[in-house]
C-alpha cells in the first residue's frame, strides 16, 4: 500500500517537480487582471482563448521592463513555474517581457543574416586585421549617447595617445541606418587605423538599425577595419557578423583595440576598471530608469498633448487650405463662362443701341428744319409739336417755321384740293 502524504508534503513534491522541469518557459499571451503593487511587485494573469494562468513578476525585474504592463496587451513572457505551496496554486514567477511581434523582427533578422552569409558577408578570409598600436580611431556612434563617454573613458585610461575622431550619427529609429551607412562611407576616407561602429544596449528595436543591410554593405564595402560594438554582451546584431571583429560593449571595444598604456600597473589598472565598471553600470541602470521616467513624461505630459492638437490643427489648417483652393478653382472655372456670356451680351446690347442711336440720329437730322429748308415751305407746329397740316381746323393757332423764322398765325379758312 502506498504511503500517505500530507497535503503539504504532496505540494512540497510537485513544487520542487514544476520548479525543476520548468526552470525556464516562454509563454506568449494576453494580459488581464493587472495589478501593479505599492511594493513595486506585478501580480497579473496571461490568458489565451481557451485558458489562464497566474502569474508575478517582483520588484527587480519589473524595474528592469521597457515597457509598462498593461491591460489587454499581447506579450511574450520569459520565466519559471513556481508553486505557491500554501494555497497549492502554481503561477509563472516572470523574469522579462516583450511586446508580441518581437518574433517578426527575429524572422526578418535570420532572413538577412542567411542571405548576407550566401554572399561571403561572413567569410573569416575576408576579415581585416587591426594595428597593434592604433593612432587615430573613428568612432561612429551617437555624440550624446553613454557609448562615446565609456569609449572616451577607456581610451583615456588605456591609451592617451590615441586620436578620436567622432562621427556623429543617430543610433535608433527610421533614419539611423542610412546615417550610420554614411558616416561608414565618409570614415573609410580618412586613412584611420580602425573604426568602431556601435550604441549603447536597448531593446531589439533600439538596435535594429544595425540590423539593416545597408549598414551590413557599407561595412562590407570598407577598406579599413571595422569594429561592431552594440549593445551589451548578449546582444547580437547583423553588423557583428559582418564587421572585422566584434566587441561585447563599446567600452570593450576600445579594450580590445587599446594597449595597455603601463603593463607594470596592471593590477592597479584592474581595480580601477572594476570600480569604474560597477560605477558605469550604476549609471546606466539610473539613466535607463531615468531615460524611462523622461519617456513616460513625454508621453502623457502636456507638451506631448500640445504637440499631438498642434498636428491635428495643422492638419486641418492643410485640408482647408486644399479646400478653399479647390473651391476657388471650381468657381474660376464656373465664371470663366459667365465673363464670356456677359461680355458677349455687352457688346450685342452695344451693337443694339448704336444701331437705334444711329437711326434716331438719322431720323434727326432728317427732320430737322435745317435738312428741310425749301424755297416755299414751311414746318408747321402746334403747342411746340410739329404736326400734319391736315392735323389743323379752322381757329387753330400754329406756327410755321424754317431755319431762320418762325411765324404765329390762325387757321381762317380750309379748302380741299382735288388731287
Given at each position: 500500500m502506498a504511503s500517505t502524504l500530507s497535503v503539504s508534503s504532496l505540494n512540497e513534491q510537485i513544487k520542487t517537480l514544476l520548479e525543476t522541469s520548468f526552470e525556464f518557459v516562454s509563454v506568449e499571451g494576453e494580459l488581464s487582471r493587472v495589478t501593479k503593487h505599492g511594493s513595486g511587485h506585478i501580480y497579473f494573469t496571461l490568458k489565451d482563448s481557451d485558458s489562464a494562468i497566474k502569474c508575478v513578476m517582483f520588484k527587480g525585474n519589473a524595474a528592469r521592463l521597457k515597457f509598462s504592463l498593461e491591460e489587454g496587451?499581447?506579450?511574450?513572457?520569459?520565466?519559471a513555474l513556481s508553486l505557491y505551496k500554501?494555497?497549492?496554486?502554481?503561477?509563472?514567477?516572470?523574469?522579462?517581457?516583450?511586446?508580441?511581434?518581437?518574433g517578426a523582427l527575429a524572422v526578418a533578422f535570420e532572413?538577412?543574416?542567411?542571405k548576407l552569409e550566401a554572399k561571403g558577408y561572413f567569410d573569416p578570409t575576408r576579415k581585416k586585421s587591426f594595428p597593434k598600436f592604433p593612432q587615430t580611431i573613428i568612432l561612429v556612434t551617437s555624440a550624446t549617447g553613454a557609448a562615446l563617454q565609456d569609449m572616451q573613458r577607456v581610451a583615456t585610461h588605456r591609451w592617451p595617445l590615441v586620436k578620436l575622431i567622432v562621427l556623429d550619427v543617430l543610433v535608433q529609429g527610421s533614419s539611423a541606418a542610412g546615417q550610420i551607412a554614411d558616416a561608414l562611407r565618409y570614415a573609410d576616407t580618412l586613412n584611420a587605423d580602425a573604426v568602431i561602429v556601435g550604441r549603447g544596449g536597448g531593446s531589439i528595436e533600439d538596435l535594429w538599425a544595425f540590423n539593416e543591410e545597408i549598414v551590413a554593405d557599407a561595412i562590407f564595402a570598407m577598406n579599413t577595419p571595422v569594429m561592431s560594438a552594440v549593445g551589451h554582451e548578449i546582444d547580437w546584431v547583423i553588423s557583428d557578423y559582418v564587421s572585422d571583429m566584434r566587441a561585447p560593449t563599446p567600452s570593450a571595444a576600445m579594450q580590445m583595440l587599446l594597449p595597455d598604456q603601463n603593463e607594470l600597473f596592471q593590477n592597479i589598472d584592474e581595480i580601477r576598471f572594476s570600480a569604474y565598471g560597477m560605477i558605469a553600470q550604476r549609471l546606466e541602470r539610473k539613466?535607463?530608469?531615468l531615460t524611462s521616467m523622461q519617456e513616460a513624461f513625454k508621453r502623457h505630459g502636456v507638451e506631448h498633448r500640445l504637440e499631438v492638437q498642434r498636428e491635428l490643427v495643422k492638419e486641418l489648417r492643410e485640408r482647408l487650405d486644399r479646400q478653399m483652393a479647390q473651391r476657388l478653382e471650381q468657381s474660376r472655372r464656373e465664371i470663366a463662362p459667365l465673363i464670356e456670356r456677359l461680355n458677349q451680351s455687352i457688346e450685342s446690347t452695344l451693337r443694339q443701341k448704336q444701331f437705334m442711336i444711329t437711326q434716331l440720329n438719322e431720323g434727326f437730322n432728317a427732320n430737322h428744319p435745317k435738312n428741310k429748308n425749301k424755297s416755299g415751305f414751311a414746318q408747321i407746329a402746334r403747342e411746340g409739336k410739329v404736326i400734319?397740316?391736315?392735323?389743323?381746323?379752322?381757329?387753330?393757332?400754329?406756327?410755321a417755321m424754317n431755319d431762320k423764322r418762325v411765324v404765329r398765325a390762325e387757321v381762317l379758312e380750309i379748302e380741299t384740293l382735288e388731287s
Amino acid at each position: 500500500m502506498a504511503s500517505t502524504l500530507s497535503v503539504s508534503s504532496l505540494n512540497e513534491q510537485i513544487k520542487t517537480l514544476l520548479e525543476t522541469s520548468f526552470e525556464f518557459v516562454s509563454v506568449e499571451g494576453e494580459l488581464s487582471r493587472v495589478t501593479k503593487h505599492g511594493s513595486g511587485h506585478i501580480y497579473f494573469t496571461l490568458k489565451d482563448s481557451d485558458s489562464a494562468i497566474k502569474c508575478v513578476m517582483f520588484k527587480g525585474n519589473a524595474a528592469r521592463l521597457k515597457f509598462s504592463l498593461e491591460e489587454g496587451a499581447h506579450i511574450i513572457l520569459h520565466g519559471a513555474l513556481s508553486l505557491y505551496k500554501p494555497r497549492g496554486e502554481y503561477q509563472i514567477n516572470a523574469f522579462s517581457a516583450e511586446p508580441y511581434g518581437a518574433g517578426a523582427l527575429a524572422v526578418a533578422f535570420e532572413q538577412l543574416k542567411q542571405k548576407l552569409e550566401a554572399k561571403g558577408y561572413f567569410d573569416p578570409t575576408r576579415k581585416k586585421s587591426f594595428p597593434k598600436f592604433p593612432q587615430t580611431i573613428i568612432l561612429v556612434t551617437s555624440a550624446t549617447g553613454a557609448a562615446l563617454q565609456d569609449m572616451q573613458r577607456v581610451a583615456t585610461h588605456r591609451w592617451p595617445l590615441v586620436k578620436l575622431i567622432v562621427l556623429d550619427v543617430l543610433v535608433q529609429g527610421s533614419s539611423a541606418a542610412g546615417q550610420i551607412a554614411d558616416a561608414l562611407r565618409y570614415a573609410d576616407t580618412l586613412n584611420a587605423d580602425a573604426v568602431i561602429v556601435g550604441r549603447g544596449g536597448g531593446s531589439i528595436e533600439d538596435l535594429w538599425a544595425f540590423n539593416e543591410e545597408i549598414v551590413a554593405d557599407a561595412i562590407f564595402a570598407m577598406n579599413t577595419p571595422v569594429m561592431s560594438a552594440v549593445g551589451h554582451e548578449i546582444d547580437w546584431v547583423i553588423s557583428d557578423y559582418v564587421s572585422d571583429m566584434r566587441a561585447p560593449t563599446p567600452s570593450a571595444a576600445m579594450q580590445m583595440l587599446l594597449p595597455d598604456q603601463n603593463e607594470l600597473f596592471q593590477n592597479i589598472d584592474e581595480i580601477r576598471f572594476s570600480a569604474y565598471g560597477m560605477i558605469a553600470q550604476r549609471l546606466e541602470r539610473k539613466r535607463e530608469q531615468l531615460t524611462s521616467m523622461q519617456e513616460a513624461f513625454k508621453r502623457h505630459g502636456v507638451e506631448h498633448r500640445l504637440e499631438v492638437q498642434r498636428e491635428l490643427v495643422k492638419e486641418l489648417r492643410e485640408r482647408l487650405d486644399r479646400q478653399m483652393a479647390q473651391r476657388l478653382e471650381q468657381s474660376r472655372r464656373e465664371i470663366a463662362p459667365l465673363i464670356e456670356r456677359l461680355n458677349q451680351s455687352i457688346e450685342s446690347t452695344l451693337r443694339q443701341k448704336q444701331f437705334m442711336i444711329t437711326q434716331l440720329n438719322e431720323g434727326f437730322n432728317a427732320n430737322h428744319p435745317k435738312n428741310k429748308n425749301k424755297s416755299g415751305f414751311a414746318q408747321i407746329a402746334r403747342e411746340g409739336k410739329v404736326i400734319d397740316l391736315d392735323a389743323l381746323s379752322v381757329g387753330d393757332r400754329f406756327d410755321a417755321m424754317n431755319d431762320k423764322r418762325v411765324v404765329r398765325a390762325e387757321v381762317l379758312e380750309i379748302e380741299t384740293l382735288e388731287s
